[in-house]
């Protein structure tokens, strides 16, 4: 990210003192570059030159403000970052590949109602991640590069402090009863197509949109959906609009 932003994005809310070290997430290091050859440009400048400076943003609260911090190729939470209030999901009756997983407290009232009302259009949603640790990120990246190698690693694995999964309000979700691929079919799969289609009207948005890697530095990932409330995430459905630029726009206009 370009040093003019630098002090420009972090959203300066109370919430965030009780976090402690995740008051402006600037990374340890640069790694824009890394996803591959193409990913050249910055996603914050492409997003500002075709947005107007006067477009209205939606008014949002303080906690609605909390979940909106930026986590990125560019930004990083620290390694000591932990959210407070996560809770295990199967106590809630949220179907999860294992019965460990956590995510924030805040998120969990919207994510039962956006399974319950996937189950009654007939598909069964399950949480295949959750929550995930700076340390656990980083054994998940090093088992890619080893796996796929460097460049594309970084095309599907975000390095540590990078995953927007330490934010806990991030799930990769799939179906229960999917054949074949658990992640990459689920997208052209009912249940994906249902996700695609409803999971903003419960304040859930896709992250990594098909045909975005050029500004997210990403693979197109129809299964990872990260929690923005409800008025964010319906002005990024409706609009089109990738979440990752929306929400850097977001934070340089709370700073002004």
């Known amino acids: 990210m370009k040093r003019l932003l630098v002090g420009l994005i972090c959203v300066s809310v109370p919430f965030l003192a009780l976090y402690g070290a995740v008051s402006c997430f600037f990374p340890k290091e640069s790694v ?20 107007s400076d006067e477009e209205d943003v939606p008014a949002l609260s303080a906690i609605e403000k909390q979940l909106l911090v930026v986590v990125d190729r560019d930004h990083a939470l620290a390694a000591d970052f932990e959210p407070p209030d996560l809770v295990n999901i199967t106590d809630f ?51 890619w590069v080893n796996t796929l190698g460097q460049e594309e690693a970084d095309r599907s694995s975000a390095r540590p402090g990078h995953s927007e999964h330490q934010l806990g309000t991030t799930v990769d979700v799939t179906a229960l009863d999917l054949e074949g691929d658990v992640f990459n079919d689920f997208g052209s799969s009912e249940a994906g197509i249902w996700m695609a289609e409803n999971a903003y009207k419960y ?54």
């Open 32 to 51: 824009k570059n890394t996803p591959g050859s193409d990913y050249k440009e910055n996603t914050y400048d492409i997003y500002v030159n075709n947005h």
């Open 203 to 256: 304040g859930f948005v896709m992250s990594y949109p098909e045909g975005s890697e050029l500004l997210t530095g990403y693979k197109y990932e129809p299964w990872h959906f990260r929690y923005v409330g409800k008025k964010v995430a319906k002005a990024i459905f409706e609009n089109n609009l990738i979440p990752c630029n929306y929400l850097l726009f977001l934070a340089t206009k709370n700073k002004k």
């Open 93 to 143: 009756g949220i179907r999860a590949r294992d019965k460990s997983m956590q995510l924030r407290r805040v998120i969990i009232q919207d994510l039962k109602a956006m399974f319950d009302a996937a189950e009654i259009a007939g598909h069964k949603l399950m949480v295949f991640s959750a929550y995930r640790s700076y340390k656990t990120q980083e054994q998940v990246y090093n088992y």
